[in-house]
């Protein structure tokens, strides 16, 4: 870790409204986060875990407070250069791998960088470098379709981290895998975190990986009740033999 923020959080509240009744899902955040920290983020369902992170991705603003990734308060940033800011310096990894039925693996994870305006054979070398980072090399061209539920979302992962983000946030990124396959990703978060150095949130019901994370952070009612150490231990090598070695 190099000790410098890469999130700053203060005040941090989001209310909604059903009808006339004001619910207040989040009621006052401060926080710190380190570039290249691991956090898992726990708590029961209903105390703001997935609006918390929504709003760090930039997803939806808060209701009042400030969020700064990376030195910026994203929030005084218009929609365009949110949007921009966004794309570049934050990646997304769902439940659901959210990727586009009609692409290839090689075609979902260029996206980013087509968005982005980068050249398309410099996008191509880009997102053959992130499926072979997650031991995909031989699926290329593969549609989701034709892939198994690991493999789809190990192509969300390598999308999300094709433009090298600072922050990648996940949701509950093994929610939908069997055992497997589920701790098949989990490896590759952190070995991909220690490669990259980019910092890793992920909220998740899962304590088991929470607590291979260095940091746990639990939510109550909205609030960030504890903030702890977790065992952080090295993840195991990845089976397969494509996945990049990382030491």
């Given at each position: 870790m190099t000790g410098r923020n890469i999130v700053h959080i203060q005040g941090l509240k989001k209310t909604f409204f059903?009808?006339?009744?004001?619910?207040?899902?989040?009621?006052?955040?401060?926080?710190?986060?380190?570039?290249?920290?691991?956090?898992?983020?726990?708590?029961?369902?209903?105390?703001?875990?997935?609006?918390?992170?929504?709003?760090?991705g930039t997803l939806e603003a808060p209701t009042s407070g400030t969020v700064e990734i990376d030195g910026q308060d994203v929030f005084s940033l218009k929609s365009g250069k949110l949007a921009d800011?966004?794309?570049?310096?934050?990646?997304?990894?769902?439940?659901?791998?959210?990727l586009l039925s009609e692409f290839t693996a090689l075609e979902n994870v260029m996206m980013p960088a087509l968005i982005q305006r980068i050249?398309?054979?410099?996008?191509?070398?880009?997102?053959?470098?992130?499926?072979?980072?997650v031991g995909l090399l031989e699926r290329l061209e593969h549609k989701p379709g034709e892939l198994s539920g690991g493999e789809q979302q190990r192509v969300a992962l390598a999308r999300a981290l094709v433009l090298e983000p600072k922050l990648l946030l996940a949701d509950e990124p093994t929610g939908n895998l069997d055992g497997a396959n589920g701790r098949e990703v989990e490896d590759l978060l952190l070995k991909l975190n220690r490669y990259h150095n980019t910092t890793l949130i992920i909220v998740t019901h899962n304590l088991e990986l929470a607590g291979r994370l260095r940091r746990k952070l639990k939510m109550k009612d909205g609030l960030i009740v504890e903030d702890e150490q977790g065992s952080g231990s090295a993840p195991t090598d990845v089976e397969g033999g494509n996945a990049m070695e990382m030491t």
């Open positions: 059903v009808g006339s009744k004001a619910v207040d899902v989040l009621r006052g955040i401060d926080l710190d986060i380190d570039a290249g920290e691991q956090v898992s983020i726990v708590g029961a369902s209903g105390v703001g875990k997935s609006t918390f992170l929504h709003i760090l800011f966004r794309n570049r310096t934050i990646g997304f990894v769902f439940q659901f791998h959210h050249p398309e054979k410099k996008a191509i070398e880009m997102a053959t470098a992130g499926l072979g980072e």
